[in-house]
Structures are given as C-alpha cells and as structure tokens.
C-alpha cells in the first residue's frame, strides 16, 4: 500500500496543476459568480481612488446622442414597416468631409455608431472615412451570433460587444478576441494606435510580448462622471454644435487626438462596477488597459498561483489544519456547519491571494468556484482517508 506520505508527494502537484488549469478556465469564461460581485467592487474601489486619469488634452469626444434622424424601416422581406431612428448621417457625413482636409489628422479615430442600415449619404461618407488615418468602426453581432458588417466598406472594423454577465446584468469583463480569430473594437483601436499586433493563444493574448487574460475585468480609469464634469475637462460636445465652428476649430479640436463618435449620453448606457457608464466611454477604458498594460500574467503569477495551490492541495489531503479546526470552533460541530467552515477556510485563503493578484497584476480570480473545487476535494480526500484507514468501511464521521 502506497504511504500517506507518498500520496501527499503525487497528489498535491497534479491538484496544484489541476487547479491552475481551473483558474485560467474560470478566467476565460464571459461571466463571474455574483458572490464576487463585493470583493471586485471593493478592491477596484481602492485602486480607484489611485487611479492615473488620461490627460484631456489627448482627447476630442464628439457626442451623437441627440443629431438623430429617420430612415424606413424594413422587415425581413424588404417590405417597409415604418420609420427608424438613426445617427443623422448627413452630420457624421459633413464632419468626416472637415477631417479629411485637417492640416493635422487625429492620431486614432473611433466611430462607435451602429452603421448596418443603408441611407442616401453613405456613398459621401465611405469616401471621406477612407481618406482619414486610423479610423475604426464599431460591428455588433446579431441575436445569432453572426456578425453585423457596417454598410461602410473599406475601413477597419472591429467588435464594440460588451461581454454581459450571466448571473448579474452589467459590463464587468471584456474580452480581447471573439471566437479565436475576430478582434475587438479596443484591441484593434490599440493595433492602430501603436503599430504592433496582437495574437490569440489558448485562453490569453499576447499583446506587446505580454500576456493578458481573453476575458478579463474592466480597470476603469475614466468614469461617466468624469465625461460629464465641466471642471475634468473630457466633456463630449454634441455633433450638430461642433458642425456650427469653423473649419479651423474643428481641426483644431481633433487635430492629433484621439477622436471618439458616440452616444455618450442616453442610448447606450450600461452598468459598470461603479455606475451607469456610455459604451464609448467603457471601449476607451478597455483600450487604455490595453496600452498601458494594467493587466498581464508572467511567470511569477504562475509560480505564485502554484505554491498557494499547492498548500492548499496540503490543506485539503491533510485532515484538521489548523485554520478548519480553529473555524469549526466557531461554527460548531454539526455536519452542516463543518462543511461551511471548511469552504469558508479556502474561500479566506482565495480571497487573500485574489486582492494580490488583482493589485500586482490587474487580474481577479474567481474565488467562489475555487473555494468550492478545493473544497470537493477535500471531502473526497477525507472519504478515501477514511476507506483506507478503516480497511473495508466508511464512516466520514471517524
């Protein structure tokens, strides 16, 4: 019969290994357990109150929330059905015509508007679009899944989805690639702004020769708050006044800036860790972590996420450590309640070492579903102890 020490020498690396597999699993997934919902909010409130606001000055926001117009609305038949409401492309049409001719074009331009239905003035406005640097477009995906291409050809696109928690509404992660292949909108806004590229692999993506989580959760370090705050200086000014300035002005406005068009306003509102945020306001967020690269993992993530996993592999194939005792103490002695401490045990743990991998590396675990696999293990763990102590019975009660 192989010893209790041996199987504690096979079996605490393999459930290490095994619990790192889990954990980038858990991070490649679109959503988190409402449970986390404290935790990240506390822990992105601290890092908040430090957070390096952009400088205004690099950015011009134009806002289309109220340059509105209607176009016909046709069913899936092409028979009209009645009117729609869309940005007035003639506005967006006169002002890509202005940038063409701006002495000094904008660094990166994102056009955040959803361009899938046809009107009189996209011929003009594809032209002018073609002849600005860096302009991307934003593409949605439809109820299906498949991808919505704007009616403007010729210019980069790229996704604007947000990925939508399942078990609680609102934009906590965002995710760097669709379905291995397809970029979304903040990634290629970065590709754009400083010539590298991006590439997808297993669950992470290399970006800039780091590596970053596909799916992780938003650092925001512009809020609504700020957009709509005289004294910040980020204020967005609508489409239809800036259309009211001279040529000049308008150069001036976005000349070597990051230009951003959209709704920033009413239509396109999402809630966030902290507030109700814009979807403009949430991709400039995104891409900001991109560059400045607040979120990774490297070898000492890996290295730092085995040691903890490995004692508490420990923890779960040893039985009584010393924190479960010291919980059951206080929870009782009921079976219920020992079950509790024991998952309340690893939870703290998870905790602890989450808080450390968010503040050094920008990255959250998703401590619920660890606690409860550590958790199964060690009740698994402690019925084998159990057989193989007693020889031929089970009483997870001994």
Do not use: C
């Not at 176009?71 to 015509?97: A, C, E, H, W």
């Not at 050809?153 to 509404?169: A, R």
């Not at 290629?188 to 290399?206: F, L, R, V």
Request: charged share 20%; no cysteine.
């Amino acid at each position: 019969m192989i010893s209790k020490k041996t199987r504690l020498w096979i079996g605490i690396p393999i459930s290490a290994v095994s619990m790192l597999v889990l954990t980038f699993y858990l991070m490649s997934l679109p959503w988190l357990a409402s449970d986390e919902k404290f935790l990240i909010w506390s822990s992105s409130t601290i890092k908040l109150n430090f957070r390096d606001i952009p400088d205004p000055a690099d950015y011009a926001f134009i806002n289309t929330s109220y340059d509105l117009a209607l176009i016909d609305k046709y069913d899936d038949f092409g028979f009209p059905v009645g009117k729609q409401v869309i940005t007035d492309r003639s506005q967006l049409s006169l002002l890509m015509d202005i940038m063409t001719i701006a002495p000094t074009p904008p660094k990166l331009t994102l056009v955040d508007i959803h361009l899938i239905d046809s009107t009189e003035y996209d011929r003009g406005l594809e032209a002018a679009m073609q002849q600005i640097p860096n302009l991307i477009l934003s593409a949605h995906l439809n109820d299906n899944g498949q991808l919505e291409e704007p009616v403007i050809k010729g210019v980069e696109y790229g996704i604007s989805d947000y990925v939508i928690g399942n078990v609680f509404d609102g934009v906590y992660k965002y995710q760097l690639f669709h379905q291995d292949s397809m970029e979304l909108t903040p990634l290629k806004m970065y590709e754009m702004y400083t010539g590298n590229e991006a590439t997808k692999s297993w669950y992470a993506a290399i970006v800039d020769n780091h590596w970053m989580p596909n799916n992780f959760i938003i650092d925001y370090k512009l809020l609504q708050k700020d957009i709509q705050s005289l004294e910040a200086g980020f204020n967005p000014i609508n489409l239809g006044e800036l259309l009211f300035l001279p040529d000049e002005d308008i150069h001036e406005y976005v000349g070597d800036k990051i230009v951003v068009i959209g709704d920033f306003m009413e239509n396109d509102m999402h809630e966030t860790l902290f507030e109700e945020t814009a979807g403009p306001v949430i991709l400039v967020n995104v891409f900001l972590s991109i560059l400045d690269g607040d979120v990774y993992f490297n070898v000492w993530f890996i290295l730092l996420l085995l040691l903890v996993y490995s004692y508490m592999s420990y923890m779960a194939f040893y039985d009584g450590d010393y924190l479960e005792v010291k919980l059951r103490k206080v929870f009782g002695e009921r079976n219920i309640l020992k079950t509790l401490a024991g998952f309340v045990n690893y939870l703290l743990i998870l905790t602890l070492l989450s808080l450390v991998t968010f503040f050094v590396f920008g990255i959250h675990l998703n401590v619920f579903y660890l606690a409860l696999a550590f958790n199964i293990l060690d009740k698994a763990s402690h019925i084998v102890n159990n057989r193989l102590r007693n020889g031929r019975s089970f009483d997870p009660e001994k």
